[in-house]
């Protein structure tokens, strides 16, 4: 991990945080992620694709990138063979017997959004899944187990990824962080605000 780019963000969960699957997390005791708990996971995992509903990327950007329509769904149902993953629907004709979440949602929120690859390889069903980076809706709005952060910060988040560097997203909590940023090889606490 030691030539990984990494990403910080401020973050809005609504029940904490929970053990997820990525990087590094994934083999610790305690709470785990599951489907639906309202838990953002804690761990490192690798930043997957980026989808907007743009046709570019900001100006300096240069990240693999999906222009995302109505057609656009997450597969979030743990009966699905594409749970946890992109998938092209005909929007006319949606199919009724697995749930999606709608990537062109009907506000801003999701004019970027940022995978965060918890879970992701490969997907285990009902271990918890559409865990991104978007915009937030409100200072205060918790999330269901995204990250949110004005719609500046997360474009020049956008703008930084390369992915030849292999960009990664550490959450933790601060005394997880200051135990584990040696033996996870993370950046000095200091260099991330921690003291």
């Not at 300096?60 to 993953?85: L, M």
């Not at 490969?122 to 952060?149: K, L, Y």
Request: charged share 25%.
């Amino acid at each position: 991990m030691a030539s990984a780019g990494w990403a910080g963000a401020g973050i809005v969960r609504k029940n904490g945080l929970a053990w997820g699957s990525g990087i590094a997390g994934q083999d610790e005791p305690g709470l785990r992620k599951h489907e639906r708990d309202g838990r953002a996971p804690a761990g490192i995992f690798r930043i997957g694709e980026l989808f907007t509903y743009d046709s570019a990327l900001p100006s300096g950007a240069n990240y693999p990138f999906h222009q995302v329509t109505d057609a656009d769904v997450w597969s979030d149902d743990p009966r699905s063979p594409n749970y946890n993953r992109h998938v092209v629907i005909d929007p006319r004709n949606p199919p009724d017997n697995y749930s999606h979440e709608k990537m062109r949602g009907g506000d801003f929120a999701y004019r970027w959004l940022v995978e965060i690859r918890h879970n992701s390889d490969p997907p285990v069903p009902d271990d918890g899944s559409a865990i991104f980076f978007h915009i937030r809706r409100g200072v205060n709005r918790p999330t269901t187990g995204c990250t949110t952060m004005a719609e500046p910060d997360l474009v020049r988040l956008v703008a930084w990824l390369r992915a030849p560097q292999h960009p990664c997203y550490a959450l933790l909590t601060k005394a997880d962080y200051l135990s584990k940023w040696r033996s996870w090889n993370l950046p000095a606490p200091e260099l991330v605000g921690l003291k």
